[in-house]
């Protein structure tokens, strides 16, 4: 493969602690030059069989590990990502198109999720409790769920590995890593990070590969015991489906459509700046993006050259280039899937107010995957646009007259994974959140998803949560024990 300055990794799966060369490789090429950056041979069916077997080999001596000694192996694993945070970017932009500075927070994200459940490790307390008999007693303890089977999307390939895989480990769980077929690298990357950090050959396998073929797999195999996907909600219901079968303990966090609503007295120079970054981060292809966005009718105008301005001003093009605000989309299926809302939404009587095509100014990217940063006025609930998870720098306004009214439509709609709230009011603001049927609530914030809270969505938009001591239970059982009480 070509090399990364700083990181070594072969393009193959990751098994038993060896690189494992299956199929014939696959090229995968950078987004916004669509130049090849290197071959992945991808896991096939015995190659996956291999690994959960590999797997279900570790679970015992992993699970009894001590959870101070995981919990420091998982915070080693945060130290060595910040101490070679260049070098992940840089292929997390190459491999996935995002600006290197979003690139850069990507990996201090991922970073903070090692470091958090490495402390959370240790706190997996158990509990004694009364028994109705006098000189009996209840013990109360959680212990590891057993292999664990974690699928990650491309969007955040790094970040929502390391949800899943930090949470998993400092349970006592070993897991099976299925990285998107689209980004493979990053996660492969993290293989040998992972064993210089002191993690034991077999905890955790890196099997990149089709999902069509692998999915299945680890959805129905009887060995894995927890199934944790981040997808599409159609993916979520696939896998659920499978994994009923052997009533396995599923986590998903999948598809949104967030709404983004401005209240009547916002500082819209704020909101137009904080709207801005949202909607431009990774491209508008984050499940938690703004997809709707609530206008005050009488400001709707304002609000529109605000953002207008603002889009236009943004630097789109390679996300290796110098100071980029967006990059590409991650194929030219995406661009297509967008286009085709954009038109809908335009043959329905929505307005283009504002595109940002500035990196048609690039030749070296005429082969790359962009869409133009696009600003639609006078969209209706109806329209496609506003109804589907748009997953590109698209930004549709939608005007309102009644506060109520905007909370009625805005949960108008299957998810319920984020929303936003935007005004001085901070009393109204908390009303209004606390009204939205989704799993957070950024209020006066565009970024509100840390490490420390529990993050899932309600109703089509998953199940479970990720972050938080909330995540760390998802890898765990519960088991009671009825004893009597010690006695002299």
């Known amino acids: 493969m070509k090399t990364v300055p700083a990181l070594w990794f072969e393009s193959c799966p990751w098994i038993n602690g060896k690189w494992h060369h299956s199929l014939p490789p696959i090229e995968i090429r950078n987004p916004a030059t669509f130049e090849g950056i290197a071959s992945v041979s991808f896991a096939d069916e015995a190659c996956a069989l291999t690994a959960i077997n590999g797997a279900v080999a570790a679970q015992k001596s992993w699970a009894r590990t001590s959870a101070v000694e995981r919990g420091m192996i998982l915070k080693r694993i945060a130290g060595l990502l910040l101490e070679r945070k260049d070098a992940f970017a840089r292929l997390l932009s190459a491999e996935q198109g995002k600006p290197y500075e979003q690139s850069i927070g ?67 769980c070993t897991a099976v890593w299925k990285p998107s077929e689209l980004t493979p690298l990053i996660a492969l990357a993290m293989a040998p990070l992972m064993r210089e950090a002191g993690l034991p050959d077999g905890v955790i396998q890196i099997v990149p590969g089709i ?92 609000i529109t050259e605000l953002l207008a301005q603002k889009f236009a001003a943004a630097r789109v093009g390679d996300g290796l280039a110098a100071t980029m605000d967006a990059g590409p989309l991650i194929n030219q299926h995406a661009c297509a899937k967008v286009s085709q809302l954009v038109e809908d939404a335009v043959a329905g009587g929505a307005n283009i107010a504002l595109e940002n095509r500035s990196f048609e100014r690039d030749p070296r990217l005429a082969r790359g995957s962009f869409f133009p940063p696009t600003i639609l006025t006078d969209v209706q609930d109806t329209m496609r646009i506003a109804r589907e998870e748009v997953f590109g720098p698209v930004l549709p306004i939608l005007s309102y007259t009644d506060t109520g009214e905007a909370v009625k439509r805005a949960n108008d709609t299957p998810y319920g994974l984020a929303a936003y709230v935007y005004g001085n009011n901070l009393s109204l603001c908390r009303a209004v959140a606390s009204s939205l049927e989704v799993g957070i609530v950024g209020v006066n914030e565009w970024r509100p998803l840390k490490a420390e809270i529990p993050f899932g969505g309600v109703k089509q938009s998953g199940i479970g949560a990720e972050g938080g001591e909330e995540g760390l239970r998802e890898f765990l059982e519960t088991q009671v024990i009825s004893i009597p009480k010690p006695s002299l």
């Open 106 to 172: 990507e990996v201090e994200y991922a970073a903070s999720f090692f470091q958090w459940f490495g402390e959370e490790a240790r706190r997996v307390y158990g509990r004694i409790t009364n028994h109705p008999d006098a000189d009996r007693e209840f013990l109360i303890q959680h212990k590891p769920a057993g292999v664990a089977a974690l699928i990650t999307p491309w969007n955040f390939p790094l970040a929502q590995g390391a949800k899943k895989v930090a949470a998993a480990l400092a349970a006592g």
């Open 211 to 302: 999902g069509s073929v692998l999915g299945p797999i680890l959805s129905s195999h009887p060995s894995i015991r927890v199934l944790s996907l981040t997808g599409s909600s159609a993916t979520g219901s696939s896998v659920m489906s499978a994994a009923s079968t052997g009533i396995k303990r599923v986590s998903l966090e999948l598809g949104g459509n967030a709404p983004f609503i401005i209240l009547p007295d916002a500082d819209l120079d704020f909101v137009a700046e904080q709207l801005t970054r949202l909607k431009l981060f990774v491209s508008g292809q984050v499940c938690v993006t703004a997809n709707r966005v609530f206008a005050p009718a009488h400001l709707q105008h304002k």
